[in-house]
């Protein structure tokens, strides 16, 4: 089945999906993005995305290229114009075509695509709960306003990179004070050995996750004691449990960092309560 885009006003088949040159996400990753993950045709918390690119495109002085109404309208179209049943919805919208000049041009009309992959989330999330990842530590070198969800990331793909060399799934990044901010591309909690959660909290230089919020209100409903905190990476590799959120990951057990065990070395029970809770979070239809 050939895949289907949305590329500024139209639905064209994947191989005729492409944008200008002189787009600005291209010269410049002058841009935004969203990442929604999309269980049995619906959008998971859809409008609290919406939110943050609507902050997003605000901070950075891009122009909505439309309404959430019809911005809604496309998301579902091209899920279900893919048969979409799990999977992951990718929207970039940039700053749009103008010749090259650093200053933001003086007339330009935002640019917007969207994209669908499939996703297993039943099988990822089965695999998670039983086995975990590992993960490696890597300095975050990344900018002053990684609050903002901008289409610049080199800093995370060198850190990731790295980290798939190392043999482990994520990085865990870590600033010049010894403390961890977030993953490559995930938030980051632990639990600690008197069974709190802790994970940073959003006022620091990190994204504020959609899923990190989600499974806070998930955890909270169960009862679970959380703490939005700074920890360090000696803290972590202390914890009793650690695992990273996002919406690709669900929530999924860090059980090696940089090679020692964390607890165990397997997912703990905190994780898998809620794994299995977030799961029905998702399947009750956000
Ligand atoms: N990443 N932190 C960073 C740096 C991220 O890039 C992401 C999302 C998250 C988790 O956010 P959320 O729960 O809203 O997905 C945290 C997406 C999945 C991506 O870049 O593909």
């Known amino acids: ?32 993005y969203e990442g929604i993950s999309v269980r049995r045709g619906k959008l ?24 959430r109404a019809p911005m809604r309208f496309i998301l579902r179209e091209v899920v279900r114009r893919n048969r979409i049943n799990d999977g992951f ?3 970039q919208i940039t700053r749009g075509v103008a010749r090259r000049d650093h200053p933001f041009p003086a007339h330009s009309v935002p640019a917007m695509v969207v994209t669908v992959k499939r996703m297993d989330f ?30 610049s ?19 865990v990044l870590v600033d010049k004070d010894g403390y961890v901010t977030e993953g490559s591309s995930t938030n980051i909690w632990m639990v600690t050995k008197d069974g709190k959660l802790v994970t940073r909290s959003t006022d620091d230089n990190i994204l504020p996750g959609i899923t990190r919020q989600s ?12 703490e939005e905190r700074k920890f360090s990476l000696e803290e972590v590799k202390d914890a009793a449990e650690m695992f990273l959120t996002s919406s690709t990951s669900c929530a999924t057990p860090i059980v090696v960092l940089d090679g020692e065990k964390i607890g165990d070395g397997t997912p703990g029970p905190v994780a898998k309560r809620l794994i299995e809770a977030y799961q029905a979070y998702m399947d009750a239809g956000a």
């Open 44 to 67: 998971v918390d859809l409008e609290p995305h919406l939110d943050r690119l609507w902050r997003s495109m605000q901070e950075l002085r891009i122009a909505p290229p439309m309404e």
């Open 1 to 32: 089945m050939s895949r289907v885009a949305y590329v500024n006003g139209t639905y064209v088949p994947m191989n005729e999906a492409y944008v200008h040159i002189d787009d600005r996400g291209y010269q410049f990753a002058d841009g935004v």
């Open 122 to 151: 039943d099988a990822s999330m089965k695999r998670a709960a039983e086995q975990g990842v590992a993960a490696s530590s890597q300095p975050d070198i990344r900018w002053g306003r990684c609050d903002v969800k901008s289409t």
């Open 153 to 171: 990331l080199l800093p995370n793909i060198l850190a990731k990179q790295a980290a798939r060399e190392a043999g482990a799934f994520e990085a």
């Open 215 to 226: 499974v806070k209100k998930v955890a909270e409903s169960l009862q679970m004691s959380i």
């Open 89 to 91: 919805i990718y929207m």
